[in-house]
């Protein structure tokens, strides 16, 4: 007769290594999670948080008017100088003759005043000579009505001849001091004109800078690029006023796209200027530059935030904060005349480089 076992249940010891080799595993894999960021990223700083920059111009008028003439569309390729927009130019034509008359009458005022002084010296000098003559014949009268008075008082002069002298010595004094005074009025006469020479010299002046002032306003009726680069958000319309200084496109340039990244503070702690750095662009799979780090800003995107936080207040909760890194695109690569600026890209810094 054979016999016949019964299976046993497992050992209820077993069950205590299994819970403790699950926990040793959850342990393990916890570990390495928390450590991944470490030995993955090991001299390299990774960031999705990244885009292409340029720093655009944007084209204002100078002067308000009338839009006569647009001359660029939107994505239009300019270079520097290339005429944009023209504004209606009548008015500030009109301003410029005005400025020429004024700066024309300010001129013969001017000359007018010069050949005045010009004439003063003569004036002068002949003044200067009827008061000589009538000093030369006040003394000739006054010795002569002395030389009456002593002939008077010897009895061989009647009283007549003697008064007539002496009236007339009077008299001729009288009129040497009204010449004197001639003369002091001509003397004042040159100050005078000096004085409005000085005048009409500052009043010429603002009439030259007030024609200038004119004419490069005239001259701004004219909108040009200021650089090379494509057109963007253009929003002028021929027959539309437009306001000085109000934004009528902007030119994007081609040449100086570079690349803003955003890091977190705890991935920047070897980051270095000049590190070179792989860029991916989101738009071209498959397509990689290469750049190097320009500058880290010197505060985080938050700092120069509109609403500030306040960690004050009782109610913190800690926030990782980011940093932006501008990233420099090196030059003559393949791809970059495909570069929009806005685009998405994916940096890598090596951080293990020399900066």
Not at 42 to 56: E, P, S, V
Not at 119 to 145: F, G, K, T, W
Not at 166 to 183: G, P, V
Not at 312 to 339: C, M, Y
């Amino acid at each position: 007769m054979t016999d016949t076992q019964t299976p046993q249940a497992p050992s209820r010891s077993l069950a205590p290594r299994l819970i403790g080799a699950a926990a040793l595993l959850c342990v393990a894999l916890g570990g390495a999670f928390l450590t991944a960021p470490w030995w993955m990223n090991d001299g390299r700083a990774w960031t999705n948080n990244a885009k292409l920059d340029a720093d655009y111009t944007v084209i204002s008028p100078r002067v308000a008017g009338d839009i006569v003439a647009v001359h660029v569309e939107d994505h239009e390729t300019v270079s520097r100088g290339d005429a944009l927009i023209d504004i209606d130019p009548r008015d500030y034509r009109a301003a410029v003759d005005a400025a020429e008359a004024r700066v024309a009458s300010a001129q013969a005022r001017l000359a007018e005043i010069e050949a005045e002084l010009a004439r003063q010296p003569s004036r002068i000098r002949h003044a200067q000579a009827v008061v000589d003559e009538d000093i030369a014949n006040v003394d000739y009268a006054r010795l002569d009505a002395e030389r009456y008075r002593r002939l008077r008082h010897d009895g061989n002069a009647s009283q007549q001849n003697a008064q007539q002298a002496t009236a007339n010595a009077s008299a001729l004094d009288a009129r040497r001091q009204a010449d004197q005074a001639s003369l002091d009025d001509v003397r004042h006469q040159t100050q005078v004109l000096e004085a409005r020479r000085a005048s009409a010299q500052a009043t010429l002046a603002q009439a030259r800078a007030e024609r200038e002032q004119a004419r490069l306003s005239l001259s701004h009726t004219r909108v040009t690029a200021p650089r090379d680069g494509i057109v963007a958000e253009q929003a002028g319309r021929v027959g539309a006023w437009t306001e000085a200084g109000g934004a009528l496109m902007a030119i994007v340039p081609t040449d100086a796209i570079y690349v803003t990244a955003n890091y977190r503070e705890v991935e920047i702690t070897e980051v270095r200027v000049g590190q070179p750095v792989t860029i991916s662009v989101d738009a071209y799979p498959g397509m990689t530059l290469e750049g190097h780090v320009d500058s880290l800003a010197p505060a985080t995107g938050t700092t120069f935030s509109p609403i500030s936080h306040d960690d004050a207040s009782g109610n913190f909760t800690k926030i990782v904060q980011r940093l932006p890194v501008r990233i420099a695109i090196e030059p003559d690569q393949p791809g970059l005349d495909r570069l929009k600026v806005g685009l998405s890209v994916e940096t890598t810094i090596h951080t293990d480089a020399d900066g």
